[in-house]
């Protein structure tokens, strides 16, 4: 169950009301689940994440395959069950084999992994487990990705980081129209 009630108009810092009414046109309603129902209730930090979002989702030179498997990556390894049911389907379509996912969640052996892939998954271990990236995890990053590729998985992963921190922090609820199974906590 959620921490917080949904925002509404009135709940928000009197000097944030017009990014709340213009996130609310866009939304059409106050997000009930995920961290955009934590956000809202600081609208103009909601807008400015929003920007980062969209940026890192629309404009990265980053393939979605790869910016998926990133998002999957940090919903495993921050437990994030929102993040993982947002994404799971949409990283298979975006062409993360099944059993790569699956292994994923599960936390079982990956099948063979092609190199950007490899790339992906081992950066965002090993930051997410020690803290820090090896150097050979980053070159084998800055090879597969390049520089602003390197730069953009970082602020993938740091951008989703903030989500599942709101989301597991303030317990969001999931949606009742999930897909995909829980992961394994």
């Known amino acids: 169950m959620a921490r917080l009630p949904l925002a509404s108009r009135e709940s928000v810092p009197e000097n944030q009301r017009a990014a709340f009414d213009e996130l609310l046109r866009g939304y059409g309603s106050v997000p009930r689940y995920g961290p955009s129902s934590v956000m809202i209730?600081?609208?103009k930090?909601?807008?400015?994440?929003?920007a980062v979002n969209n940026y890192l989702r629309s404009e990265s030179s980053l393939p979605k395959k790869i910016q998926e498997l990133a998002m999957l990556?940090?919903?495993r390894e921050l437990d994030c069950q929102h993040i993982w049911n947002a994404h799971a389907a949409s990283a298979r379509k975006a062409g993360v084999r099944?059993?790569?996912v699956d292994a994923l969640r599960d936390r079982k052996e990956f099948p063979s992994l092609a190199p950007d892939e490899a790339a992906v998954v081992h950066y965002g271990q090993e930051f997410f487990r020690t803290h820090r990236v090896s150097r050979g995890a980053f070159q084998a990053a800055l090879e597969q990705l390049g520089r602003?590729?390197?730069?953009?998985?970082?602020?993938?992963?740091g951008n989703y980081s903030l989500l599942a921190l709101l989301i597991n922090s303030f317990d969001t609820d999931l949606p009742s129209d999930r897909?995909?199974?829980?992961?394994?906590v």
Do not use: C, F, K, Y
Request: net charge negative; glycine share 4%; aromatic share 0%.
């Open 41 to 43: 209730h600081v609208p």
């Open 45 to 50: 930090a909601h807008q400015l994440v929003n």
């Open 73 to 75: 990556v940090t919903a």
């Open 98 to 100: 099944d059993a790569i």
């Open 148 to 157: 602003q590729g390197v730069v953009e998985l970082s602020m993938v992963l």
């Open 179 to 184: 897909t995909e199974r829980l992961l394994p």
